[in-house]
């Protein structure tokens, strides 16, 4: 990048991704079942190397990604987020024969990875966790070893629940109060006491919850070391969280273009829909919006990618701008273009209902605004 500017072949790469997703992806989603994983588009985005890329990518590769995705298909940019949220714990935390299991049959899409970290009880506060693991030292506890433990609770608005293939669980195995107490495991889906149920939610996306009723894992199950199971989940959200403001720019950019192309045609009061001072003003609002949201993206992606100290008021920031921005145009494009965007099946009835979401998963909005106030008043007490 030059400063917020994208090089040629940047621009050249997103292209060639907006294209794949219209013309190859997004027919594989309109055959998937709402609420399912959609394997076969899952195939296809390990066919592209696209989620390959997820796991070689910095930050800002992968929100280029996501964002370019979106624009396009939805329904794959969600299912490509979702293996690399699943997985990365896998990635940076796993053992050698973790990642040699896992993460080549994720790549390929045939396995299909889950982040496990909410609860009924505990959503945004992710340190108020009370999904137990109990310690099981008898013999052939966890999954074949002793010094194990016994899962016990349950897991909530897990995406990819309960088709996944193994989840990223995060449990309280005791070692301290709050996050000091938590630890990461990499649990098969065919575990024992495992089971799970899926939940009819507005997006449509496969979002359920898993029960744990001693469920068995052992040491070779760990993702890290023991009580650092939230700085694992930290790690990948800080990762990952800049990453969900580029796929809402991506949906607000789909729906800005959408609403220039229909204002621009409609006919209306002897003119066009953009002739209208009133009209005109809004559509510059949300491109002006979505343009600040995006730069705002890039740059707390390459704050990771630049190993800035800064990252958590940063990531903080571009998701918090840009999922609220994502929500503003999309509502407006949906104005502006009247009851035709309320029709099932039109661009716009998608976003509507794709849009919400971000603003609650991966930390609600308003943790996003308490994250940034306690970054800004560390600084400043630092100084």
Not at 37 to 58: C, D, I, K, M, T
Not at 199 to 207: A, N, T
Not at 222 to 247: I, K, Y
Not at 298 to 325: F, I, N, Q, W
Request: include cysteine; hydrophobic fraction near 45%; proline fraction near 5%.
């Amino acid at each position: 990048m030059n400063g917020f500017a994208l090089g040629a072949d940047q621009e050249a790469w997103c292209g060639q991704l907006r294209a794949q997703a219209a013309d190859r992806l997004r027919p594989l989603a309109e055959k998937g079942e709402p609420g399912r994983v959609n394997r076969p588009l899952l195939a296809a985005l390990g066919e592209l190397g696209l989620l390959e890329r997820v796991f070689a990518s910095g930050a800002l590769e992968l929100c280029l990604l996501r964002e370019s995705l979106a624009y396009g298909c939805t329904e794959a940019e969600t299912a490509l987020a979702l293996q690399g949220l699943g997985a990365y714990p896998v990635l940076r935390s796993g053992s050698a024969a973790q990642r040699e299991r896992w993460l080549p049959e994720v790549r390929a899409g045939r396995a299909v990875a889950a982040f496990a970290l909410s609860e009924p009880g505990a959503g945004s506060d992710a340190a108020a966790l009370e999904l137990a693991a109990a310690p099981d030292t008898g013999p052939g506890s966890g999954s074949g070893s002793g010094g194990g433990w016994r899962l016990s609770g349950e897991k909530c608005w897990i995406s990819n629940a309960p088709e996944a293939d193994f989840y990223t669980v995060f449990a309280r195995t005791g070692e301290g109060p709050g996050a000091k107490g938590v630890s990461a495991f990499l649990v098969p889906a065919d575990r024992p006491g495992l089971t799970g149920e899926p939940l009819d939610m507005l997006s449509p996306h496969p979002i359920g919850s898993l029960a744990f009723d001693g469920v068995p894992v052992g040491r070779e199950d760990l993702l890290g070391e023991p009580g650092q199971g939230f700085r694992v989940a930290m790690d990948t959200l800080n990762l990952f969280r800049p990453s969900v403001g580029a796929f809402a720019v991506g949906m607000a950019r789909a729906a800005l273009d959408a609403t220039l192309a229909y204002t621009a045609d409609r006919a209306a009061f002897g003119g066009r829909l953009s002739d209208l001072q009133a009209v005109a003003h809004r559509v510059a609002e949300m491109a002006t919006r979505t343009e600040a949201a995006r730069l705002l993206v890039y740059a707390a992606a390459g704050a990771y990618d630049g190993g800035s100290p800064d990252v958590p008021r940063r990531a903080a920031m571009a998701k918090l701008l840009a999922t609220e921005t994502a929500q503003y145009v999309v509502d407006h494009a949906v104005q502006l273009h009247g009851a035709v965007a309320l029709r099932r099946g039109h661009l716009l009835e998608h976003l509507y209902r794709e849009v919400r979401a971000p603003r609650i998963y991966e930390g609600a909005s308003e943790v996003q605004r308490t994250i940034i106030a306690k970054e800004l008043y560390r600084g400043a007490v630092a100084r």
